[in-house]
C-alpha cells in the first residue's frame, strides 16, 4: 500500500499601490495613468487589481491595465455593468484579467482610468496590484 498527499501551496505574494490622486480628465480617451513596479522574475500564476475612484458615475469610466511586456487588457468598459467607487479585479478563469497570467511579474505595471463619457469628473485616487508567482 502506498499514500501521497499533494499540498496546494502557493509563493509568496508581491504587491504594490500607488496613490496619484489624479484628476481623471472629462469625456477623453487619453484618461490618467499610474505605474507600479513589481520585482518577482516568475510569471504570474494569479492577479488581482484594487482600485479606489472618486467619480458621481464611475460607470463612465474605463479601466485598463497594462502589463511589462506591453500586453494590455480592459479590465472595466463603459459597456460593463454598473460599478461603485471600489473595484477589484480578479484573474479567475473567464475573467479579463486572465488573460494576463503568464506575464512576467518583474518590472512597470500601469493602470489608466478614463472618463470616456462627459458631464462628470472624478479623481483616481489609488491602486493595488497583487500578483502571486508561478511555482515550479
Do not use: Y
Amino acid at each position: 500500500d502506498s499514500w501521497s498527499l499533494e499540498l496546494g501551496l502557493q509563493a509568496a505574494q508581491e504587491a504594490a499601490d500607488a496613490a496619484p490622486a489624479a484628476a481623471i480628465p472629462d469625456g477623453t480617451s487619453s484618461g490618467v495613468a499610474s505605474t507600479v513596479v513589481l520585482g518577482s522574475a516568475a510569471a504570474a500564476a494569479q492577479l488581482e487589481v484594487q482600485l479606489q475612484v472618486t467619480h458621481a458615475q464611475p460607470s463612465d469610466l474605463r479601466v485598463e491595465l497594462a502589463a511589462p511586456s506591453g500586453t494590455s487588457v480592459v479590465l472595466r468598459d463603459v459597456t460593463d455593468p454598473g460599478t461603485g467607487t471600489l473595484m477589484t479585479f480578479g484573474s479567475g478563469a473567464g475573467t479579463k484579467l486572465a488573460s494576463l497570467l503568464g506575464e512576467t511579474i518583474a518590472g512597470a505595471w500601469t493602470l489608466n482610468v478614463a472618463d470616456l463619457v462627459t458631464g462628470e469628473t472624478g479623481t483616481f485616487d489609488r491602486w493595488r496590484l497583487t500578483a502571486w508567482p508561478a511555482t515550479s
